[in-house]
């Protein structure tokens, strides 16, 4: 990421027109590279979603302060998409996934990820912090989703910190590739990475690690439109 642009030549075949005489024209393309920095939109409004959690604690307690602080990194996921020309984010996109002769027909994750044609290209679970039970439970979703469509859906952990251990982890990973064919991408975008249950994210207000969400957006728009 420390090149800020792209460069690519294309080769274009013309005839002359005066003699019919095939031609090579060699055109050169510089792309500047959109990054995520500390005045993008996305970042500016974690921010300021970051400092309204003190306020959520003291005047509704530590629940709605955690159910605020796992808010938060859905908004991060709809705000980082947003920026990218051929994707949508979706909340409540519910799916039909069927076992045997049975189904159900409310599968869904945190979003959805849908292209301009509204193909499912990505299914994302956002978590505040990522531990065992956790990633127990997206491996399920996965699954789920896994059943619901035909498309390879590509999945993803997207956290601010994580808990859980390295062995655990590759544990669900092999879990998820064995029941659906793939693993799922982990993204851990605070600066701070792992978790201390003394220190909440309302009283501590990290940061992002804006190189590691860089890499959440580059996966993001790299996906196929």
């Known amino acids: 990421m420390?090149?800020?642009?792209?460069?690519?030549?294309?080769?274009?075949?013309?005839?002359?027109?005066?003699?019919?005489?095939?031609?090579?024209?060699?055109?050169?393309?510089?792309?500047?590279?959109?990054?995520?920095?500390?005045?993008s939109i996305a970042v500016q409004n974690y921010i300021r979603d970051l400092n309204n959690l003190q306020q959520i604690y003291d005047r509704k307690?530590?629940?709605?302060?955690?159910?605020?602080?796992?808010?938060?990194?859905?908004?991060?996921?709809?705000?980082?998409?947003?920026?990218?020309?051929?994707?949508?984010?979706?909340?409540?996109d519910y799916l039909t996934a069927h076992c045997l002769n049975e189904s159900r027909d409310n599968v869904q994750v945190d979003r959805h990820i849908r292209n301009l044609e509204n193909v499912l290209k990505i299914?994302?679970?956002?978590?505040?912090?990522?531990?065992?039970?956790?990633?127990?439970?997206?491996?399920?979703?996965?699954?789920e989703i896994s059943r619901a469509t035909d498309n390879d859906v590509k999945f993803v952990l997207f956290c601010g910190q994580r808990s859980i251990a390295e062995s655990t982890l590759r544990y669900y990973q092999a879990l998820c590739k064995e029941a659906t064919g793939r693993s799922f991408e982990l993204f851990v975008v605070n600066d701070l990475k792992k978790r201390d249950s003394k220190k909440p994210i309302y009283r501590e207000k990290f940061m992002l690690d804006l190189e590691e969400l860089n890499r959440f957006y580059e996966y993001m728009s790299s996906s196929i439109a």
């Open 61 to 92: 307690g530590p629940r709605a302060a955690a159910n605020a602080s796992g808010d938060l990194f859905e908004r991060l996921v709809d705000d980082v998409v947003s920026e990218i020309s051929h994707l949508k984010s979706l909340k409540n």
């Open 123 to 143: 299914a994302i679970e956002c978590k505040a912090y990522l531990d065992a039970s956790y990633c127990m439970r997206a491996v399920a979703n996965f699954i």
């Open 2 to 39: 420390t090149d800020p642009l792209f460069y690519c030549i294309i080769v274009l075949w013309i005839r002359e027109y005066s003699t019919g005489a095939p031609t090579t024209v060699k055109v050169e393309f510089y792309f500047e590279k959109i990054m995520l920095t500390q005045s």
